[in-house]
């Protein structure tokens, strides 16, 4: 499975932006698809997922209410919609895909680079 994220870029506190991540390959055995997010100097941390045949949703704390996150199973994307962004969510944004039978993770993106000014 290939990913490709796009839509990162700069924005104003309190402004919005939408992520794509676009996969390609092997995507009839999608079992989850989430969104990561690493700041300068921090670890990578758990932003969204959505369960592909169910849609069932999950959000960080840290995000609930602001972002949303969605999928196109035609076009085989995920979408984050990022609503009332804060100079905290500054990151790049790395989108992943989780297969089947896989106990985490498998395949990652390239990440896009979202800044939020204040």
């Known amino acids: 499975v290939q990913l490709q994220a796009s839509g990162g870029g700069l924005v104003q506190a309190g402004g919005s932006l939408r992520l794509s991540c676009a996969a390609s390959?092997?995507?009839?055995?999608?079992?989850?698809m989430g969104w990561f997010r690493q700041a300068p100097g921090k670890e990578r941390e758990f932003v969204a997922h959505?369960?592909?045949?169910?849609?069932?949703?999950d959000y960080a704390d840290s995000v609930k209410g602001r972002f949303t996150i969605s999928r196109d199973n035609a076009k085989n994307t995920v979408y984050l919609q990022m609503n009332s962004l804060k100079p905290e969510d500054t990151a790049v944004y790395y989108c992943?895909?989780?297969?089947?039978?896989?106990?985490?993770?498998?395949?990652w993106g390239q990440g896009t680079l979202v800044t939020v000014s204040s």
């Open positions: 390959g092997r995507t009839s055995r999608t079992y989850k």
């Open positions: 992943a895909h989780r297969t089947i039978g896989a106990f985490k993770y498998n395949y």
């Open positions: 959505i369960v592909w045949s169910v849609c069932s949703t």
